[in-house]
């Protein structure tokens, strides 16, 4: 699955300006939606990462093609200024030597854990991402993106998970959560962390050098649907700040996704020094608006599913309204969904979203 994120932002300049800067004298709003792109997409690319990971070889630009210039057409069916590429939560767990499956017409998921014991992180191999087939499209998909719209379209390369996301998928979620509540373990944890730092980094690293506009990681298995706020301060929350602090040392905006209600620790994310938070529905947007209007672009934050996916057109620019309404004071926001829409969502309710931020 290709996961495609649309935003309506004018211009680089003019996203860079008013959404990234301090100056809320002049009211920004922008349209981020979450999509497949088109079905189509999610099969070819499941199929190809199977051939990549059989034949382990980097597929050349044709074979990679059809995928982005379905990014590229999806951008001017609806008449989008921005895309976010994508690919799945499992390639920098693949690289990692996690087993991942690769299912017909869903994204790629982690199966199963590289590591039987946190004590095993000694002997793990250095990480060494760019030899991974997978990433090596999903950042050529970036890099010829860039190279076709140049700065008329804002392109938000995303790479996968950050650090604590990372090492739950590389021991496991069934030892994982675990193993950190464990104080003679925790030595082995903040060693794995580092470990998947360096994997992430290097992400963030070769996204840089394709030219996009912005880096984002996701950190859902960070938040408190998962881990208490004790284990996400203590464990995450450092992690974050540095991938945050290493895409700004790349000169390169930075995005941070967590799903559920971030109630319990948004203050917290606001301190990861993170450009932008991309929030669950779950959240409260009037809290949200309160703590990052001065300092941080919230993304957000849609049903994907009640109200994008199996919504009435009129209900999905309804909602949107309401969220615009509550953020008009500020420059700060992308109206988005808070998480990956499914690609059953009529085409009419990405237009629907579209026209809300357009009309406004």
Not at 305 to 322: F, M
Request: proline letters at 6%; one cysteine or more.
């Amino acid at each position: 699955m290709v996961r495609i994120i649309q935003c309506r932002a004018g211009s680089i300049e003019r996203f860079q300006r008013k959404v990234l800067s301090s100056d809320n004298g002049v009211r920004l709003v922008d349209i981020l939606s979450q999509s497949t792109g088109c079905r189509c997409v999610g099969r070819a690319l499941t199929s190809l990462g199977r051939r990549l990971l059989s034949d382990r070889t980097v597929p050349n630009v044709r074979k990679r093609a059809p995928w982005t210039a379905t990014s590229a057409l999806s951008i001017e069916k609806y008449s989008l200024d921005g895309v976010m590429v994508d690919v799945d939560t499992a390639t920098l767990a693949g690289a990692l030597g996690v087993p991942v499956e690769f299912p017909a017409d869903e994204p790629a998921v982690a199966r199963g854990a590289r590591l039987a014991s946190l004590a095993d992180v000694d002997a793990l191999p250095p990480p060494d991402i760019a030899r991974y087939p997978v990433v090596q499209v999903w950042v050529e998909a970036v890099r010829l993106l860039c190279a076709h719209f140049g700065n008329e379209v804002f392109i938000r390369g995303n790479c996968d998970q950050c650090p604590f996301a990372l090492a739950a998928l590389v021991r496991g979620m069934e030892g994982w959560p675990t193993d950190i509540m464990d104080p003679e373990l925790e030595p082995f944890a903040h060693h794995l962390l580092d470990y998947c730092t360096e994997a992430t980094s290097q992400f963030l690293r070769l996204m840089s050098a394709t030219g996009a506009h912005m880096l984002s990681n996701g950190d859902s298995a960070a938040g408190p649907s998962v881990v208490s706020p004790r284990i996400y301060r203590r464990f995450a929350l450092p992690y974050e700040q540095r991938m945050a602090a290493l895409s700004h040392s790349l000169g390169v905006p930075y995005a941070l996704h967590v799903c559920g209600n971030t109630k319990a620790i948004l203050a917290d994310l606001v301190t990861t020094g993170a450009d932008a938070l991309e929030l669950d529905y779950k959240t409260d947007v009037r809290l949200a608006h309160d703590l990052m209007k001065d300092s941080t672009v919230f993304i957000g934050n849609l049903d994907p599913s009640a109200v994008v996916a199996l919504g009435t057109p009129a209900l999905v620019e309804a909602k949107s309204r309401e969220l615009i309404a509550v953020f008009g004071d500020t420059g700060r926001f992308i109206l988005n969904a808070g998480c990956a829409i499914p690609a059953t969502a009529p085409e009419a309710n990405i237009r629907a979203m579209v026209h809300a931020a357009r009309s406004w």
